[in-house]
């Protein structure tokens, strides 16, 4: 039983630092880098059950093709849309989000796009007020 628990513990370690070594192994100067025009955006108040949508920019600031491999909503509420072509060094890209605005009150979402640059991966958000129809007076 020791021994076994040794030798998974062992291979963990190995796995990790492998991990670390493979991470570091591309020149910091040969990456892909998002450079944006802001990456929050404040829709303010905004009617229920009218969808909105932001475009965010960016400019591939790094010295390789910036490739989006992956763009996440937090919730269904949210649908995203992006640049699918690689963006070459000093191209600009852009992702949408829109929000579907189907429930009242404040919501804050996020939209994780994850590509080839350093971190992997970069958040952005929206947020804002759905403010319920007034009823008509009688």
Not at 113 to 138: D, Q, Y
Request: aromatic fraction near 10%; proline fraction near 6%; charge should be positive.
């Amino acid at each position: 039983m020791k021994k076994s628990f040794l030798l998974v513990f062992g291979m963990l370690v190995a796995a990790f630092a492998y991990a670390q070594v493979a991470a570091g192994t591309a020149p910091k100067g040969d990456v892909a880098a998002f450079t944006w025009t802001t990456q929050v955006h404040d829709f303010g108040k905004i009617k229920q059950g009218v969808p909105v949508t932001h475009e965010f920019t960016f400019t591939n600031s790094g010295s390789v093709p910036l490739v989006i491999t992956n763009v996440q909503a937090s919730c269904g509420c949210t649908t995203p849309d992006w640049s699918k072509a690689p963006v070459m060094p000093g191209g600009k890209g852009f992702i949408k989000a829109t929000y579907s605005a189907a429930s009242s009150g404040a919501f804050d979402k996020s939209v994780t796009v994850t590509a080839n640059v350093e971190e992997g991966f970069v958040s952005l958000r929206i947020k804002g007020e759905v403010e319920m129809p007034s009823l008509p007076n009688n």
